[in-house]
């Protein structure tokens, strides 16, 4: 029985370089949220296929991943020359709520909820190759990062590995890309506001993680400070400090290093 009472996708004869586009009604957005989708050639004749949800930042949408970076190509060609195994990335809307919701239960939404369950269901609906058993991870840039990182640990059982590039480490950081006040984002529990809370509450079920940042970042020094809070409490994690700054450049270069991580995680 379908788990949403509308779903709509892209007709194949239409799209193009192997991006689908899916749009779903359901209770967590109180509404309609748009996914689009690389599916990999060949998908229609594999039974499982991995997928990668990946998170856009502030004023972005379920197309930013693909028509800012390019993913969908750089993926195309890694699978291609055998860099990389097949695999589906989704890249939803963060339910387009203000100028971003954090990916978090906010103001009557659940836009945690829209991408931890509904997203990977909207899949296992019309996707070829997405299963209940297929393996799942996660990433995302600056507000997408702190929704990547947050949202991995917190169900750190469904995903098999997570990452970050530029992320916002903790609430108040959105200030700095969001017009909405701050207290809008005000969560029932404190935990849910801070990445390195969110790793301590559920460090026995945290994934493999990686995080990275520009050294020209405005968002450095706190991705800098999460890395020796947890270096301090012996978590086990990955970070990376790279030339750049809080751009597309950046990003569209280093998500390479976590679509090789979450292969190296299968």
């Excluded at 055998?82 to 906010?106: C, H, K, N, Q």
């Excluded at 947050?150 to 903790?170: D, E, V």
């Excluded at 450095?220 to 400070?225: L, M």
Aim: charged letters at 20%.
């Amino acid at each position: 029985m379908p788990s949403f009472k509308t779903l709509e996708i892209s007709n194949p004869n239409f799209e193009n370089n192997n991006l689908r586009f899916i749009t779903v009604k359901t209770p967590n957005l109180k509404g309609r949220g748009d996914i689009c989708v690389y599916v990999p050639p060949g998908a229609s004749t594999v039974e499982t296929l991995p997928i990668v949800i990946l998170l856009h930042g502030v004023h972005g949408s379920a197309w930013s991943w693909a028509y800012c970076a390019g993913i969908h190509l750089k993926a195309n060609e890694m699978i291609k020359n055998g860099e990389l195994p097949p695999m589906i990335i989704a890249m939803p809307s963060d339910g387009l709520w203000g100028d971003g919701s954090a990916f978090l239960p906010l103001n009557g939404y659940n836009f945690e909820k829209w991408i931890a369950e509904d997203v990977p269901e909207a899949l296992r609906e019309c996707i070829n190759g997405a299963k209940m058993s297929s393996p799942l991870f996660i990433s995302g840039l600056s507000m997408g990062g702190f929704g990547a990182l947050r949202i991995g640990a917190k169900y750190g059982r469904q995903f098999r590995a997570i990452s970050g590039h530029s992320s916002i480490t903790s609430l108040p950081q959105i200030k700095f890309f969001a017009g909405e006040p701050l207290k809008s984002y005000a969560q029932d529990d404190t935990i849910d506001e801070d990445i390195f809370e969110t790793f301590l509450h559920y460090r026995e079920q945290l994934p493999p993680l990686r995080f990275d940042c520009g050294t020209d970042d405005l968002l450095i020094n706190y991705n800098r400070i999460l890395h020796k809070k947890m270096e301090k409490e012996g978590m086990p994690h990955h970070f990376e400090e790279n030339a750049g700054g809080h751009e597309w450049t950046y990003w569209s270069k280093h998500i390479i290093s976590s679509l090789k991580f979450f292969a190296a995680n299968l």
